[in-house]
């Protein structure tokens, strides 16, 4: 221990710790001017991401070597959950506090549905030829597979576990505390899936269909989540013993040791991808940053802070096997999977959230 | 002319009420009254339309989730100020050391965040949570409580989080209560509990009102917490609002359900005025034989009121009595003892329960566990060593600082002359305004957010700590007037009069009589309108595009997929932090006061 320490109480700071303090300081109360420096130079965009592990996943991937590879800095900033509104904002007031953004196909088919809130990318490089036609659009250029499915306690279904959808409605078989999503999406489709609707035939959705399902175990859900952070501990703790959420949410449980379990089987999955947000004038930049990290092996990277799914094919040569088994796009975990229609939604969502909300309250 | 002349003349001495209503005007009504407007025209259009409010009556959903609110709103304020009227009372009667030391109690749950006290909660109260466990182990259950993802969830988490903004309320109105007429009425052969409930009770009511009031209309804008530890049924329509906003980009129909709540918390904000709120705190009327007009809501909840408060202290002296006779006590002990110790244990009971989280989330954070769990394994500094690391939390916080102590202080200067003018001046519109200044309360922040950052683009705010600042400043104003009106009310103006005769002019009066007296209000109101920003996540989120983050934005980013142990060591480093802070003040003033 070379680190010489400093006592304060209880608690033990190293000195580099407080010239970091004094550091952060400086820039806590410059920040108006930072932020206008930022946007005044020529060679920064601003990228959004959805924080947590993500931030750190692409710094490591991406924001590190695309300065070192074209001089431009592109700065990570984590932005709350389905940014839609802040980026319609930006573009109405044209007031550009990011310049790009990773965003979901539905938040994506939303700006687009509501009036142009995207740039046309118009990039090719061979990678992005490579990847998937799902995976892309002219405005869209995919990153990441996330997918809703449900995990279980293997301590509670110990010798008896839950396969399919159908097996959440099973209460007499599959006896356990039940957690689903406070929430239309993915949660319509599994009650439809569960009553045997062929996955293949779930869009349009049928949702007197899909309620009439819901009922059936409407008493015996224990937790209806809203967060995915909540999802993680309620099975850390043991709260319940089934729980629908997305993939990583779970991931993140299993790495920690805990008993649980992912069903892949019949998983619905949507994508994330790269968005320039309309207007910006460093569009061009952000073309070159689409570039750059439309790229299996940068893509791998970041695989080892988030278990998500990269879109690129040759991604999975660059991930070691342990890992690879964890994401959505492996092949093994994708045989069944099933998209999640954006462009329903899109059509649908305002009629179907109040269809559910009611159902809910009756 | 000398009609209008005189109908102006109170006008004269209303000045400091300008700059609130001028920057509320600014900053808050035109943006947001903006936007709000869109909710009368058809979307992308300058067409009027009343579709979008046709469609709130199509669907009952609507009209249910805003009685689920009112409802639960309802029953938060209830258990806020029953449970905090005894904590409240034992603060402003016991000494001043005293008070100093349990305020800090008090105060626990402020400096945890939102999130973070949430979360204590979910592990607290699980079917495997800490309080099952120990219930189960002392043989008081078979099985796990229920204590959670239902009303009991909602009604526990909200209280808890409310329940110091009412004490705080009410502390301050009850120090200004003259100690000598409870027992000026006990010389006249009131026992105990007459003397409480027909003497201290009624006088204590400013703050009971202005606490109710503040917690109903803060409670109307929860969401978080009933959708973490609600159920099925706990849908708040701020909720709705967030839905429409955020990921169905409606505006127009999220403006309609704005409106829809405004206007009837509005109403609600009427006949609570009309009849025990606001008006007594206004000083429009004043007691039962205060003559003139009078309201008749007003008259038949005073006359209403005198009767319940009779009827009460006479239950609670027969008990006394009763129990006087049961358990035999010694002639030279006094009845006021053991209700002082009655009070004390509830009082402390209540304590208990404001610190819990906090007796939680200082163990938990020094686990080795990634998750916020109960037990803790210990021990590893990993999730202090995650904090100090890292620039980005280090600068959100002291960010977070600075926008709140100067949110907080802009606040001040603009609310609190403003409840001068409202508590002593006779002017037309007094509810109006308040309703006024209340609303920035009621309109959900998601609203408040959008509408700034159209504002803020227009006059180049956006990115800016000026911009974060009077956006926090819109939110803290409404505490900050409530506040001071409340401790206003019960202030003796005569004393002014007094050092006026003495010859001392009205600022020295101001400087040297009446704000020593009602300091501890001030305070009150500061760190109402400190916390508010200090735990404010939309707005922030908004003006700032997340580029220069604050502490609340920077504990959400970081809870994507869990919630780590990392932001339960955020806050206790905070709670340490302010608790020295505080302590250091105190210890500092008192050496002044002994100089």
Request: hydrophobic share 50%.
């Amino acid at each position: 221990m070379t680190k010489k320490l400093t006592r304060i109480g209880n608690l033990v700071i190293g000195r580099r710790r407080i010239l970091q303090l004094a550091g952060g300081t400086t820039i806590a109360l410059t920040a108006p001017s930072y932020w206008r420096k930022l946007s005044a130079q020529e060679k920064r965009i601003v990228v959004r991401d959805p924080g947590g592990p993500y931030s750190a996943g692409f710094q490591e991937a991406f924001h590190t070597d695309f300065k070192k590879a074209t001089g431009i800095e592109s700065v990570g900033v984590a932005g709350q959950h389905e940014p839609t509104s802040l980026i319609k904002g930006m573009v109405d007031t044209k007031s550009y506090t990011w310049d790009m953004a990773l965003l979901s196909r539905a938040a994506h088919d939303q700006l687009l549905g509501e009036g142009n809130y995207l740039e046309k990318l118009n990039v090719d490089t061979p990678s992005i030829r490579a990847t998937a036609a799902h995976f892309k659009t002219d405005f869209f250029a995919g990153n990441n597979v996330f997918t809703a499915m449900y995990a279980f306690r293997t301590d509670h279904f110990k010798g008896n576990e839950p396969k399919t959808w159908a097996d959440i409605w099973n209460v007499k078989d599959f006896p356990g505390r039940r957690c689903l999503r406070k929430h239309p999406f993915d949660t319509i489709e599994m009650a439809l899936l569960a009553d045997g609707v062929p996955g293949d035939k779930l869009y349009p959705l049928d949702i007197p269909r899909a309620l009439k399902k819901l009922d059936q175990i409407k008493k015996e859900v224990a937790v209806w989540w809203t967060g995915g952070a909540q999802t993680s501990q309620l099975l850390k703790t043991g709260e319940v013993d089934i729980c629908t959420t997305w993939n990583a949410r779970a991931q993140t449980v299993i790495d920690e040791n805990a008993p649980v379990k992912i069903v892949w089987n019949q998983n619905l999955w949507s994508s994330e991808g790269w968005c320039i947000i309309r207007g910006t004038p460093k569009a061009d930049m952000c073309r070159e940053f689409i570039k750059f990290a439309v790229d299996g092996e940068r893509q791998a990277k970041w695989t080892k802070h988030v278990s998500y799914g990269p879109t690129h094919p040759d991604a999975f040569k660059y991930i070691p096997e342990a890992t690879a088994k964890k994401l959505p796009t492996y092949p093994e975990n994708f045989k069944t999977a099933i998209q999640a229609d954006a462009v329903y939604w899109g059509k649908n969502k305002d009629k179907v959230t109040e269809q559910f909300e009611s159902w809910l309250l009756s | 002319m000398s009609a209008l002349a005189q109908r102006l003349r109170p006008w004269r001495a209303a000045w400091p009420l300008i700059p609130v209503l001028l920057f509320l005007g600014v900053v808050f009504l035109y943006p947001v009254g903006q936007l709000l407007m869109l909710s009368g025209l058809e979307k992308g259009t300058s067409v009027l339309t009343l579709a979008h409010y046709e469609r709130l009556f199509t669907s009952n959903l609507y009209f249910r989730v805003l009685v689920i609110t009112l409802e639960t709103s309802a029953w938060c304020t209830f258990f806020a100020i029953v449970g905090g009227y005894p904590v409240a009372y034992l603060l402003a009667t016991t000494s001043e050391r005293r008070r100093n030391n349990l305020m800090i109690w008090v105060l626990l749950p402020f400096w945890t965040s939102f999130l973070v006290r949430t979360f204590a909660w979910i592990v607290l109260l699980g079917r495997n949570g800490a309080i099952n466990k120990w219930l189960q182990a002392l043989g008081l259950t078979d099985a796990p409580l229920a204590l959670i993802y239902n009303f009991t969830g909602v009604m526990i988490g909200m209280s808890h989080a409310l329940m110091p903004l009412a004490i705080l309320t009410m502390v301050s109105v009850m120090e200004n209560i003259d100690a000598n007429l409870p027992r000026a009425a006990a010389t006249l052969g009131a026992r105990g509990g007459q003397a409480f409930w027909r003497i201290y009770f009624p006088l204590s009511l400013p703050g009971v009102a202005a606490a109710g009031l503040l917690v109903f209309i803060t409670a109307l804008g929860f969401f978080i917490t009933p959708a973490l530890l609600g159920g099925r049924l706990q849908t708040m329509i701020t909720q709705i609002i967030i839905t429409q906003v955020q990921e169905l980009l409606n505006w127009a129909f999220a403006g309609a359900v704005s409106m829809l709540l405004l206007v009837t918390a509005l109403i609600v904000f009427y006949f609570y005025d009309r009849a025990l709120g606001m008006s007594t705190l206004a000083g429009e009327t004043t007691t039962s034989q205060g003559g003139g007009r009078r309201n008749p809501i007003a008259a038949i909840a005073a006359w209403i009121g005198d009767i319940l408060l009779g009827l009460i202290g006479r239950i609670c002296d027969a008990v006394s009595i009763v129990y006087e006779r049961l358990v035999p006590r010694p002639a030279d002990r006094l009845t006021r003892q053991w209700s002082r110790t009655v009070l004390g244990v509830v009082a402390f009971l209540i304590i208990g329960f404001l610190a819990a989280p906090t007796f939680f989330i200082v163990p938990v954070s020094f686990t080795t566990d990634a998750f916020i769990e109960w037990p803790p394994k210990f021990y590893s500094m990993r999730w202090y060593d995650a904090y100090f690391d890292s620039p980005i939390w280090m600068a959100a916080t002291v960010r977070s600082l600075v926008v709140a102590t100067a949110s907080a202080g802009l606040a001040m200067l603009i609310g609190a002359p403003a409840a001068f003018v409202l508590v002593r001046q006779r002017i037309m519109g007094k509810t109006a305004m308040l309703a006024f200044i209340l609303s920035p309360l009621i309109i959900p922040r998601i609203i408040i957010a959008v509408a700034l950052f159209y504002f803020y683009a227009r006059v180049g705010l956006i990115g800016t700590s000026i911009g974060l600042i009077l956006g926090h400043a819109v939110l803290a104003i409404p505490y900050v007037v409530v506040t001071v009106m409340a401790v206003l009310k019960n202030y003796d103006e005569r004393l002014d009069q007094a050092a006026g005769s003495l010859g001392a002019t009205p600022l020295r009066t101001l400087w040297h009589i009446t704000i020593p007296l009602i300091r501890s209000g001030l305070v009150a109101a500061f760190l109402f309108a400190f916390i508010t920003s200090f735990d404010e996540l939309t707005i922030a989120l908004f003006v700032s595009g997340g580029l220069a983050t604050t502490l609340p934005k920077q504990m959400w980013d970081d809870a994507l997929l869990k919630v780590n142990p990392t932001l339960a060591a955020v806050s206790t480093i905070l709670l340490v932090f302010i608790t020295i802070v505080i302590l250091l003040a105190e210890y500092l003033r008192r050496r002044s006061v002994v100089r």
